[in-house]
């Protein structure tokens, strides 16, 4: 993995806490068609980001004691519905363009959020499982249309950002269509796991890009198991909803 996403996301938490430190990694290029690029092929540029604790039958997430969403200025602004079901509360972006569910102890850092040209939304938000060391990082890119011509450049490029290289899985779900990839590994730091998805619209050319990854916390040891983090991401994924403006 990448080191910008692992230090990103840990100085995310380290920053609501009041760490000092800044991320000052670029995000990394992609070529489409020929011509460099970002995440996205279109001439739109966004910023790259580029626990689970059971309850009876429930994948709720252990709370954070430090930092509650409800209790954090700038993540509340996100907040639409709280305890919509144990451990979650549900979220929608500031564009209007999708809703989904946020654990109870996701923080949001205004640091890591951007919206372009009232078209394009990003934001990263991180939470804790501290008894079993682990740090989660959520990465979301809402576009409120795309060319459709684009379509499979776009998701060639997500998967080359996310170092994958099989297939893409594909369901149709809330009148999306996901396309969908999991892998672990491990680096320096640890073991992890990434969960990513390409999500579009049906019914119009709205997308959103989903990025998840479950990781150790610093250089603590802890384990990364492919079952439990996934259904994490899935439960994450597959509660997005796009609004149809």
Same mark, same amino acid.
């Given at each position: 993995?990448?080191?910008?996403?692992?230090?990103?996301?840990?100085?995310?938490?380290?920053?609501?806490?009041?760490?000092?430190?800044?991320? $000052?990694?670029? +995000?990394? #290029?992609? @070529?489409?068609? =020929?011509? /460099?690029?970002? !995440? &996205?092929?279109?001439?739109?540029?966004?910023?790259?980001? $580029?626990?689970? +604790?059971? #309850?009876? @039958?429930?994948? =709720?997430? /252990?709370?954070? !004691? &430090?930092?509650?969403?409800?209790?954090?200025?700038?993540?509340?602004?996100?907040?639409?519905?709280?305890?919509?079901?144990?451990?979650?509360?549900?979220?929608?972006?500031?564009?209007?363009?999708?809703?989904?569910?946020?654990?109870?102890?996701?923080?949001?850092?205004?640091?890591?959020?951007?919206?372009?040209?009232?078209?394009?939304?990003?934001?990263?938000?991180?939470?804790?499982?501290?008894?079993?060391?682990?740090?989660?990082?959520?990465?979301?890119?809402?576009?409120?249309?795309?060319?459709?011509?684009?379509?499979?450049?776009?998701?060639?490029?997500?998967?080359?950002?996310?170092?994958?290289?099989?297939?893409?899985?594909?369901?149709?779900?809330?009148?999306?269509?996901?396309?969908?990839?999991?892998?672990?590994?491990?680096?320096?730091?640890?073991?992890?796991?990434?969960?990513?998805?390409?999500?579009?619209?049906?019914?119009?050319?709205?997308?959103?890009?989903?990025?998840?990854?479950?990781?150790?916390?610093?250089?603590?040891?802890?384990?990364?198991?492919?079952?439990?983090?996934?259904?994490?991401?899935?439960?994450?994924?597959?509660?997005?909803?796009?609004?149809?403006?």
């Amino acid at each position: 993995m990448k080191k910008w996403l692992r230090i990103s996301a840990l100085c995310t938490v380290l920053l609501i806490g009041g760490c000092n430190t800044a991320n $000052d990694q670029q +995000e990394p #290029e992609e @070529e489409v068609n =020929g011509e /460099e690029t970002e !995440e &996205d092929p279109s001439t739109e540029q966004t910023p790259e980001d $580029d626990d689970a +604790e059971q #309850e009876g @039958e429930d994948e =709720g997430v /252990e709370n954070n !004691e &430090d930092f509650l969403a409800v209790e954090d200025e700038f993540t509340k602004e996100f907040l639409v519905s709280t305890d919509v079901e144990p451990g979650f509360h549900q979220m929608r972006g500031k564009l209007d363009g999708f809703e989904m569910l946020i654990p109870e102890n996701g923080i949001i850092s205004d640091l890591l959020h951007d919206i372009e040209n009232d078209a394009v939304e990003t934001l990263i938000y991180t939470f804790n499982n501290h008894s079993e060391k682990k740090l989660y990082d959520v990465k979301i890119v809402y576009r409120n249309q795309y060319p459709e011509d684009l379509k499979q450049s776009y998701l060639d490029v997500f998967k080359r950002a996310n170092n994958f290289e099989g297939e893409y899985e594909y369901a149709e779900v809330n009148d999306l269509e996901m396309y969908y990839g999991s892998f672990e590994d491990e680096d320096e730091y640890g073991p992890y796991l990434k969960y990513f998805g390409y999500l579009f619209l049906i019914e119009s050319n709205q997308s959103i890009s989903f990025s998840f990854t479950a990781m150790c916390q610093g250089k603590e040891e802890c384990n990364i198991s492919l079952t439990e983090e996934a259904g994490i991401a899935e439960k994450l994924m597959y509660s997005i909803r796009l609004i149809d403006s």
